[in-house]
């Protein structure tokens, strides 16, 4: 299938709140039922919630897909898909998600974006910063189900803020996995930050080849891209842009490109290039939310 | 006494004719989509049959193509957005070579937005698509907020929109759209000057400069110290533009500006407006351009409006009576 049709698999339809309930330190769990013909999503990509009227804000919100489960057919038909959002209620928009209750209707268009590329060859490192875990718990349900080990980083400042910690153990377990914890005061597992962590497991790793699949706070990514390109590992880091339409037509959402994504940009062939059509910005939507270390210009992004 | 006008009797949805003309060019109904809210039209096609709508208005094209500004670009205000995309576009050849071919095999109807920073650039992008097969008219964008050159402030000039008129006028057959900025004084006086230079139709209007604020780091919440302002926030400012702008001139204006639903564009149509287009809905929903018409003609079937010539203008301000306050209506 070619980049073009690969991303225009998203459709705008109506999901049900299967159920809602409160996570540590103020986070949600929500989960929401969309029917068959829904795209099954793979980690990374990301769907636009929007509350169905009257809803206190017009713009639907970008929220990152922390699980997909394909229900058991009915009637001899595939089954319903039930995603799941671990997310925290910052603003008006999502406190008004958080208040949906089992039942409720919402508005789900998706799947969005380009996820994480699972498939890379090497032993996959997941790394989560705090609540950039979401995508990562997905991450970890796919590599699992395909019987891969991997390792998984999660650092937060303080260990409260390990949101979903269960979760990812359990998952981890599942593979056979290895969870390394950092916080930066120390308070669970390492000391210090998930790249001065990575730099420690990096020494153990020998010539194995490993592919790091991260999501947290942007200085963290930059950080851990720029670890990726020092080290000679492949790293893919999912970012978050303030959005409107998510789906690559407003151009709302750029990411700056780095000079050698640019030149690439400027050589691609007439598809690729009509999709990636901008040499100095990337759209977080469409050419991402997965970028890899070298696509963008850290020094740019804060 | 009924302070609703006596309407016809209920027909059926089929009996509505909304086809609209713009010039020469025939609307199958007046519902467009927004220069710069539907891309290059094959974005949504997966989802909304373009055939549906009564045209495509096409993303700005610039002669060169354009990277557009820095980030933030999107701040969403109370029922509003504001946008700093800077016509970040893929220039001419690109649209000419890769977009229109396939907006031609999708059967859209195509009126192909273009803008520039001289009357010189507007008629090379004139001339370069004036003969390109699947274009049914242009749109001339004189009012975008977000460029340091070549904006909505330079060309709401009425002596410079009369002149670039004439020039383009005099370069293809087509029909030529002048969007405007509601961002000027008096709108009648840029409206009537586009007309005056052989406008074919009015787009009116454009997003309106506004301003976000982050209280507690003091900056913008965009790139740039302002955007343009749409959204249902903006539908009362617009509709009065619009119906100002309709009743300056004798050519058709399209109305724009926080139209979401059937009635929004009805209440245009009422105020003056031949024809509407439908923006930041589609952002929301995707497919509420198509929604629109439905609603549209569902309405006139109820109220007994076989065609749209028979709402158009007919707002009144005439009668001060006092009346009862009605419930909200969606």
């Known amino acids: 299938m070619s980049v073009a049709a690969k991303q225009r698999l998203w459709k705008q339809v109506t ?33 636009q919630l929007l509350l169905t009227p009257p809803s206190p804000v017009l713009l639907p919100r970008p929220m990152s897909i922390a699980g997909a489960v394909r229900k058991r057919a009915r009637a001899g038909k595939p089954g319903p898909i039930e995603l799941g959002f671990l997310y925290s209620p910052v603003g008006v928009g999502t406190r008004a998600i958080a208040a949906l209750e089992a039942g409720a209707s919402v508005e789900v268009t998706g799947p969005l974006g380009v996820g994480y590329p699972l498939e890379a060859s090497g032993t996959p490192v997941l790394v989560a910063g705090g609540r950039g875990v979401a995508p990562l718990l997905m991450a970890a349900d796919a590599l699992a189900a395909q019987g891969r ?51 420690q497991l990096q020494a153990q790793w020998g010539s194995t080849p490993h592919v790091i699949h991260a999501c947290g706070p942007h200085g963290m990514l930059g950080a851990i891209a720029r670890f990726g390109l020092r080290h000679g590992v492949p790293a893919h880091l999912a970012m978050e842009s303030v959005m409107a339409c998510g789906t690559g037509v407003c151009r709302g959402c750029p990411l700056p490109r780095s000079q050698s994504a640019r030149q690439a940009v400027l050589a691609l062939g007439a598809e690729a290039a009509s999709l990636k059509g901008n040499p100095e910005f990337a759209m977080c939507c469409t050419d991402g939310p997965v970028f890899e270390a070298h696509d963008l210009d850290w020094d740019l992004i804060e | 006494m009924s302070h609703t006008r006596a309407w016809g009797k209920p027909v059926a949805g089929s009996k509505v004719d909304l086809s609209v003309r713009i010039g020469s060019l025939m609307l199958r109904n007046p519902v467009l989509t927004a220069s710069g ?22 993303k700005t094209v610039t002669c060169e193509p354009r990277s557009g500004n820095p980030p933030t670009r999107i701040a969403e205000t109370p029922s509003g957005m504001l946008n700093s995309i800077g016509l970040e576009n ?83 057959k087509l029909p030529l759209i002048a969007k405007l900025s509601p961002d000027v004084t008096d709108i009648r006086e840029t409206a009537r000057a586009c007309e005056a230079g052989g406008a074919d139709a009015l787009t009116a209007v454009n997003t309106f400069v506004g301003m976000a604020i982050d209280l507690e780091r003091v900056r913008s919440r965009l790139g740039k110290a302002t955007g343009g302002l749409s959204g249902p926030a ?11 702008a309709a009743n300056a001139v004798r050519i058709p204006v399209i109305g724009s ?74």
Not at chain 1, 20 to 34: N, S
Not at chain 1, 163 to 170: D, K, M, P, V
Not at chain 2, 234 to 244: D, F, S, T, V
């Open chain 2, 37 to 58: 809210t539907f891309g290059y039209g094959d974005e949504y096609a997966h989802v909304v049959d373009l055939r549906a709508l009564g045209g495509v208005v096409t």
């Open chain 2, 234 to 244: 903006i539908k009362p400012l617009a509709l009065a533009r619009c119906h100002e």
């Open chain 2, 257 to 330: 500006g926080g139209i979401l639903t059937g009635r929004d564009a009805l209440e245009f149509i009422a105020a003056g407006a031949t024809a509407v287009q439908v923006g930041t809905a589609t952002f929301v929903e995707a497919g509420a351009a198509p929604r629109v018409v439905s609603e549209m003609r569902e309405w006139c079937a109820r109220h007994g409006v076989k065609q749209l010539s028979e709402l158009r203008g007919t707002f009144s301000a005439a009668p001060a009576q006092v009346v009862a306050p009605e419930p909200a209506r969606p």
């Open chain 2, 90 to 172: 893929v220039g001419l050849h690109r649209f000419r070579d890769e977009k229109l071919p396939r907006l031609r095999e999708l059967q859209a109807t195509v009126i192909a937005s273009v803008g520039g920073e001289t009357p010189e650039e507007l008629a090379t992008l004139l001339n370069a698509l004036g003969g390109e097969r699947g274009i049914g008219a242009f749109e001339i964008n004189f009012s975008c907020p977000n460029v340091a050159a070549g904006g909505a402030r330079f060309w709401a000039v009425p002596k410079r929109l009369e002149d670039t008129m004439g020039l383009l006028r005099r370069l293809t």
């Open chain 1, 149 to 199: 080990k991997c390792e998984f980083v999660f650092g937060a400042r303080e260990k409260e803020l390990l949101i979903g910690l269960g979760e990812a153990r359990e998952r981890i377990a599942k593979a056979g996995g290895r969870l390394h914890l950092a916080t930066d005061d120390g308070s669970r597992g390492f000391k210090g930050n998930v790249v001065q962590l990575l730099d």
């Open chain 1, 15 to 47: 999901a049900t709140v299967v159920m809602q309930r409160d996570y540590a330190r103020g986070f949600r769990w929500l989960e929401l039922e969309v029917a068959s013909d829904f795209h099954m999503p793979v980690a990374g990509q990301f769907v």
